[in-house]
């Protein structure tokens, strides 16, 4: 193994423009892995991905299916089933 | 954290507390000046936070400004038990007809302040309570009523004095008491407390120690000795290590990684928490192991605290392996570790599987942590496997089995000079 | 039975929205029959709950809706505020105050034990994780999570006193893996001035038919250990006690400050050596690892048979 990465946040195109979505999240989230650009498009902060302590709050707070976390290290995916884009 | 001297006596007067003419000098010139203004003998006392500073030869007397910065100038060049003086105090030498003993200690069982009082100063109280029992007096007070100066006379005149001599120390001790508490000391020591020729009393030379805790409270006061926030204090000066160990712990708020000590060895530790600290230390060196550094990790730290902490420990010369070991954890998460600790040998251009010799930690989180420990090929243990076995499965890797036995003489020398700063 | 808390205990939790309050509030909530914490109290936030917890602004207002005296509360404050905290519980009729706040300064700490004495109370910490009785309740983080305190604590006829939150489940797991369960797991804290000592603890489990021996985590620092000791001879005491004593390297490191902030030598009486050598004397045996401590207690249960 030559990389350290352990998490991946994947955010459906479908409300990656949702402003609203943005701000709700960059509140949930309890180690800043959401952040908001200047025009409040939603920015997620790579340096943060791997502080993601799986606890779904950002899941909870979009639409289903829209907000995944993939753990890197298990191929697994939260909230657990859900199939990830591009494999 | 304790203070110097010279501070000491700042304290002690600012209390109220009548204390000789003095100066604090940094050069000889200082010390002759201040010995001109004091006008007349003098002593010349070694700044440093060790003891045995008149066998080593950091108290001179002088009669002269002449010879008084002649004093100075050797004595801020002696190295006095490992430490070089801070600079030198210049002390009226006073004509004292006697000495006593006044301090205020914190008695841990009893969970109350005791005052000491003696009429035999000028040695150390342990020898006095042990050899001459029955002039020890002693007394606890309360932390919640004021101090009444009644207390103080009490227990002065339970040694059988009395006239003026009560009556003059009887508001020193009081004071001493008084200020004992607001100012969150864990020893207030005035030894000798001399009487002098004319009858008056003063602190002769003072002995202070504050509580690390209180310090937050305490800025003024600390401000107005001119204590800066980064002196420790500590029984030895921290190293670059240990610094860069105090950083890492100030990266963010989330938990603990850091506590770190130096030592010499060629396994490196990542451990917590305090309890498991300890007793992961200890068990590694009874395996014969090496141990590179003390630390502690805990509170539930972010990725990025672990993975700075290990790096600091790969880092260090000589580390050959690390250990990541904790007792059962309930509030740090295990997979948060093992990330932290990971990315540190990979960033590093490690491999994580040959850098650490073995991770246990079991508790919260373990599942996923596993997970991520196998996904590298580490090797790992949970609760079934014990600190002292987790401690000598990571010596026998980095000492291919012969371990036990190898004492670290290293640490021992570490330790020893240490030990020998000690010497209160 | 147990000692200190049972399944009727109530407490509240002082400072209770805090980050680890949070948690813990769960926790305890999750445990065994599910602890009956009656109220919270963080200034200004009256009228809000955690996990169902009603939050008040002051501890008299915790005591008004509960309709009746609240037995016990769990002080998780900064530290420059756990003094008025505890004051304020003492003060309202509160018996048992558990402080899990660090880094308070002891003249705080000797105030609060002060007044407590006073009010006939008892105070367990600063600076610790609480107390557990397996299956049955936990006041406090000690143990964590209720999945993860299950898998280290059973009920059973060892009493468990720790100087070390965290080694006190480490302990506590090693006897469960045994098979030997533990009748009430404490855990004192690691300051140089706290609540409630091994020897202070002792008159409570002397006195809990349940408990046949007693665990202890030790470590250098303090005179606790002698307290114990003179205790354990003064009064022949029934129990039978092992101890563990962690930070042996520290005998050869006078001055410097390891683990808890009680825990440094600063005189010969409170090194790890000397410690052990006065327990020995009392007939309290020190187990050289952890994993060891099981087979000592059952050969000392045995024996007693």
């Not at chain 2, 001599?165 to 008491?177: E, F, S, V, Y």
Request: include cysteine.
């Amino acid at each position: 193994m030559t990389d350290a990465l352990f998490i991946d946040v994947e955010v459906d195109a479908s409300v990656a423009q949702d402003r609203e979505l943005a701000a709700k999240l960059t509140e949930v989230c309890p180690v800043d892995i959401f952040a908001q650009s200047d025009d409040g498009a939603l920015e997620i902060v790579q340096e943060n991905l791997d502080e993601c302590v799986l606890c779904e709050l950002c899941i909870n707070a979009a639409p289903p299916g829209t907000v995944k976390v993939i753990k890197l290290y298990s191929g697994e995916t939260l909230p657990a089933g859900a199939a990830v884009a591009g494999g | 954290m304790r203070f110097f001297e010279y501070e000491s006596r700042a304290i002690v007067a600012k209390a109220g507390i009548p204390i000789t003419k003095q100066g604090f000098a940094k050069t000889p010139e200082e010390a002759r000046r201040i010995a001109e203004q004091i006008g007349g003998p003098v002593v010349i006392k070694s700044q440093v936070l060790s003891g045995g500073r008149m066998k080593a030869g950091g108290v001179k007397f002088a009669d002269t400004p002449d010879e008084a910065a002649g004093h100075a100038e050797r004595i801020l060049e002696l190295e006095i038990g490992g430490h070089m003086p801070r600079g030198v105090l210049v002390d009226d030498r006073a004509d004292v007809k006697h000495e006593y003993y006044a301090g205020v200690v914190w008695d841990g069982i009893r969970k109350l302040p005791v005052i000491l009082f003696s009429d035999m100063g000028g040695i150390d109280i342990e020898e006095v309570a042990e050899n001459h029992p029955d002039h020890v007096a002693r007394a606890h007070f309360s932390t919640l009523r004021p101090f009444s100066d009644w207390q103080a006379k009490q227990l002065i005149s339970s040694l059988g004095v009395t006239g003026s001599a009560l009556n003059r120390l009887t508001p020193i001790l009081a004071r001493l008491a008084r200020l004992f508490l607001s100012y969150d000391m864990t020893l207030a020591e005035i030894n000798p407390l001399g009487e002098l020729t004319d009858g008056a009393f003063v602190a002769l030379d003072a002995h202070m120690d504050m509580e690390n805790e209180a310090r937050p409270r305490q800025k003024e006061l600390l401000h107005e000795l001119g204590v800066g926030d980064e002196e420790t204090r500590q029984a030895r000066e921290p190293t670059p290590f240990e610094l860069a160990g105090e950083q890492v712990d100030a990266m963010d708020h989330r938990g603990v990684a850091g506590n770190v000590t130096e030592f010499d060895g060629n396994l490196g530790l990542v451990i917590g928490a305090g309890g498991g600290s300890l007793t992961l230390f200890d068990a590694v060196r009874a395996q014969g192991g090496k141990p590179a550094n003390y630390c502690e990790i805990g509170g539930n730290p972010s990725v990025r605290k672990a993975c700075g902490l290990a790096k600091l420990v790969l880092q260090k010369p000589g580390v050959e392996r690390i250990a990541v070991m904790m007792s059962i954890v309930s509030n740090t998460r295990v997979d948060i570790v093992a990330r932290g600790v990971i990315k540190a040998c990979v960033e590093l251009g490690h491999d994580p599987a040959e850098k650490i010799a073995i991770f246990r930690i079991p508790g919260a989180w373990e599942e996923e942590g596993f997970k991520i420990l196998e996904r590298y090929g580490i090797e790992y243990a949970d609760r079934s496997v014990s600190l002292h076995e987790a401690a000598r499965r990571a010596v026998e890797k980095i000492q291919g089995g012969n371990g036990a036995g190898a004492e670290g003489d290293q640490f021992r020398q570490t330790t020893a000079e240490i030990g020998s700063e000690t010497d209160v | 039975m147990s000692i200190l808390i049972d399944a009727d205990t109530t407490f509240i939790v002082q400072g209770i929205t805090g980050r680890e309050a949070v948690n813990l509030v769960k926790e305890c909530l999750d445990y065994g029959a599910g602890a009956k914490i009656v109220g919270g109290v963080t200034p200004g936030r009256k009228g809000r709950d955690v996990h169902g917890v009603p939050v008040f602004d002051t501890v008299a207002q915790c005591v008004e809706h509960h309709r009746g005296p609240i037995d016990g509360s769990v002080v998780t404050v900064p530290p420059a505020f756990t003094k008025d905290a505890v004051f304020e519980a003492l003060q309202n009729g509160i018996k048992l105050v558990v402080i899990v706040t660090e880094r308070i300064p002891r003249g705080d700490v000797a105030q609060m034990v002060e007044l407590a004495a006073e009010r006939e109370a008892r105070i367990i910490g600063p600076n610790c994780l609480g107390v557990i009785v397996p299956d049955v309740i936990k006041m406090g983080g000690i143990g964590g999570p209720a999945r993860d305190a299950a898998k280290s604590y059973t009920p059973g006829t060892v009493g468990v006193i720790s100087r070390s939150g965290g080694m006190t489940t480490e302990m506590s797991s090693t006897l469960t893996a045994a098979g030997l369960g533990q009748s009430t797991a404490v855990s004192i804290g690691g300051d140089a001035i706290i609540g409630s000592s091994y020897a202070e603890l002792m008159p409570l489990f002397e006195a809990d038919p349940q408990t046949e021996a007693i665990v202890i985590y030790t470590e250098p620092g303090g005179r606790m250990e002698a307290e114990l000791a003179r205790y354990v001879t003064e009064n022949d005491s029934r129990l039978p006690i092992v101890a563990f004593m962690a930070g042996r390297f520290m005998d050869e490191m006078p001055g410097m400050s390891f683990g808890h902030a009680g825990t440094i030598v600063e005189g010969k009486e409170d090194t790890a050596t000397e410690k052990i050598a006065r327990l020995a004397q009392a007939g309290i045996v020190v187990a050289e690892e952890i994993s060891v401590i099981p087979d000592i207690v059952k050969d000392k249960l045995g024996a007693r048979v």
